[in-house]
């Protein structure tokens, strides 16, 4: 997919204050400093567009981004931020819940792991919980550049397997790196897909 422009347009504290135009859209989320805001800027190749920090829980807000006028990608916060609440740490923040469970535009949630790490259970968890609310959702494995080819392929092999024991299928999952742009197309093609879908619907 050609990517012709790419706008900030608002951040919004609760899903009711979303932008109200109908636009299909694409959230991204997943625990704090997986590289959510990264991975946007990558899509689009506009590296000032969602704000990155080293420190996790930069991403306060749902923050919408416009792409060729025509969809939106949504920066979220981020989950597990260790410095968060309690119920912001387990219950993954109503802000976000209710964003999930209400928000009529959301297509599909990509759900960033970081792939250096073994299995999290607040990540299994969550996907569990998109499982039982129907939420169609796509999981990006990210930070694939700080992994050799051979680290890769088992850490892939060790998530499927986990998966696996809960999921009678394999989610579609794409590998991804905001630093050396691996996955933007095949993320993007899948994007351009469903948006493709919508409009024949
Ligand atoms: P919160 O908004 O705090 O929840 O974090 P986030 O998930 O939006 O993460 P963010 O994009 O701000 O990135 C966190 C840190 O990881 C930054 O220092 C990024 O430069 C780094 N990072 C993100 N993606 C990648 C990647 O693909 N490769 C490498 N090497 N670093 C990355
Ligand atoms: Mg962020």
Redesign the pocket.
């Known amino acids: 997919m050609n990517i012709k422009s790419a706008k900030f347009v608002k951040s919004s504290a609760k899903y009711i204050e979303c932008p109200e135009d109908g636009l299909p859209e694409y959230a991204f989320i ?1 625990r ?8 946007i800027n990558r899509l689009v190749g506009v590296k000032t567009l969602a704000k ?3 420190t ?4 306060q807000l749902i923050n919408h981004f416009v792409v060729n006028d025509k969809w939106y990608l949504v920066d979220l ?2 989950y597990g931020f260790a410095k968060a609440s309690q119920t912001q740490r387990t219950g993954f923040g109503k802000m976000i819940q209710n964003y999930i469970l209400q928000r009529k535009e959301l297509s599909c949630l990509f759900v ?1 792991i970081d792939l250096r790490l073994e299995p999290q259970k607040i990540d299994l968890s969550f996907l569990q919980f998109l499982g039982e609310k129907e939420i169609p959702f796509a999981i990006c494995f ?2 694939a ?2 992994l050799s080819n051979n680290q890769i392929n088992s850490n892939l092999a060790r998530y499927y397997g986990t998966l696996l024991e809960t999921w009678e299928e394999l989610p579609m999952n794409f590998l991804t ?3 050396d742009g691996r996955g933007r197309e095949d993320v993007l093609a899948y994007i351009a897909e469903m948006n493709e879908d919508l409009l024949t619907a």
């Open positions: 997943g704090s400093n997986v590289g959510k805001s990264s991975l990155t920090s080293q996790p829980g930069k991403t916060p981020g960033l990210t930070k550049d700080k790196s905001a630093e």
